[in-house]
Structure formats: C-alpha cells, structure tokens
C-alpha cells in the first residue's frame, strides 16, 4: 500500500463531520442511529465513511446484519478523532480564557537569584496584559522545586538540574550564568581600600552557605587556587533575614550572586565590595516536563521570561 502523506487529510479534504461520524458509529454500532445523531441521512453517512476509506484505502467498519463494527483500521481513526475532537475542544476552552484575560491560574518554581530580579519583571511584562492571571511563586531550592514538577505541582521552574538522573522527562532551556560578589554593610571600611583583592578579604569574618554547598564549595575553591588559605572565622547560614541584620551589626563579609546582591544594595540594604570574584554558580535556565501541555497563561509567562532574561543578558 502507498505510504499517505502526512498531510494526508488536507488532501481528503477531511472534515470535523466525519470525525463525528466515526465516533457516533463507534458509539452506536449502527449506521442509521449514528446518522441521527449528528442529524444526517444515512446515504449522507454513508458515502462520508465511503470516501474516508477510499482515501485511506482501508476498510474502517466491517457491514454486519445487525449493525457495523470498526476494524482494527476502524479503531485507530476513531482513537484519533477522538484525541482531534478533545484537542480542539481544549483550544476553543483556551481562546476563552485569553479573552477574558487569561484568569486562569500559572504555579511556577523559581530558585533564589531569578526571584529576585527576572521573574519580577516578567510577571511585570504580563500582568500589563493578563491582569486577571493568578501566578502562584514557589521560591526553593533546585532539588525541591524538581520534585514538585515532576509530581505536577508546578507548570514550570527556572533553576538547575544538579544531577543527571533527575533530568528524564525534563526539557531544559539555559537562560543565565550566575556570577557571585563580596556584600558588606553601608559604610564598611573596606569599602575605601583602592584595588581591592582577594588577599585582602582572605582573614576577615565571612557569613557563608553551609559546607556541602555549590556555592560553598566554589567560594573556598576560589581562595585554594588563589594559594590562599580559606576563612575560617565563619557563620554557616542561608536565613536571609539573619545574614542581613549580622551584616549591619558587624563588619562581616557575605557571598551572595550579583542579581540578589545588586537588588539589596538598591534598597541601601547593602553595598557590594568593589572586587570582581573568580566566583559563580552554574547557569540556571528554565525546566519544564515533555509531557506537559501548558496553558496559555503559562505559555505567556514562559514566553516573558525568555524575553526578559534575553534583555537581562
């Protein structure tokens, strides 16, 4: 038998109406009260499965004396034109909800960096057209927000995939690298020292993420390579509000990535140590499941969070 095109159907010229015909006579097994259902003469009914199997060059439904029964040809069109009819029922649902402003509802997962300045702007960017879009921010670590996707909690994350085996299923979209800096309070007095590095920082008092860290780890490899010894007078912590009210109480140190940073020291939280650190994170990027039909609001949230990390970059 020849190989159909693919597109096969525009060919056939193949119609919403024979896709309900073929589930009315999977229904009803009969060519007559199929017809009446869809409100049809029989001859109509009739020559439209005809001209399908004509085209397919398959017999769809064996005649019986009692009614039709669909052939194993038969069953797939009627699987598909099933799946064709929900799917087109489903888009007719989503044109609904963007004209009445999309006021549906988006979960989305987001790692510490990107919460603080590209996922507020996208949601800025959309909410300027889809104001009725409740977005529902789960800010985590990587390997929780992974968890929650994978179990359909979440539409979509913007974080890491740290281990390989945590990454079937999932498509990933590389967005950004994420370079580290020396916070210290207003006014710390390493603030004034000219050309500033990382001899000077080695001693001093660091607030720092817990060992077994990425960034942990980078920030003490950054020191071991520079032929330094690692600082040793540390407080082990990630609870923001602790790191904050330590750093304007003290004259410690903290590392934290540029973005986060950049966003404290907007409010006049913090000041950033003028020394560029040979210090980052992996680059994070979005992560969704291949699976997963997004709504459209999800689909627009998405679609502004490439936007605004491509202006970001």
Partial sequence: METLNPNWFLKARLKT????????????R???RAAEALHMTQPAASKQIKDLEEMLDVKLFERLPRGMEPTMFGETMVRHARMALTSLALAHDDILALKAGLAGQVEV???????????PRAIARIKQH???LRIGAHVEASNILLDKLQHGTLDF???RILEKENSAGLIYEELNEEPACAVVRVGHPLLDVPKLELKHIADQPWILPPHGSILRHRFDMMFRR???DIPVNVV????????TALLQQTDSLHVMPVDVAQYYASLKVLSILPIELPCKMDAFGIIRQKDHLLSPGAELLLQAVRDTALEMA
């Fill in 236 to 243: 082990d912590t990630t609870a923001l509000l602790l790191i």
């Fill in 226 to 228: 520079a032929g330094l």
């Fill in 157 to 159: 994350m913007i974080g």
């Fill in 109 to 119: 997962g987001v790692i510490m960096t990107p919460a603080m300045a590209l996922l």
């Fill in 17 to 28: 109406r024979q896709l309900l015909l073929l589930i009315a006579l999977d229904d009803h």
């Fill in 130 to 132: 889809a104001p009725m």
């Fill in 30 to 32: 009969n060519i007559h």
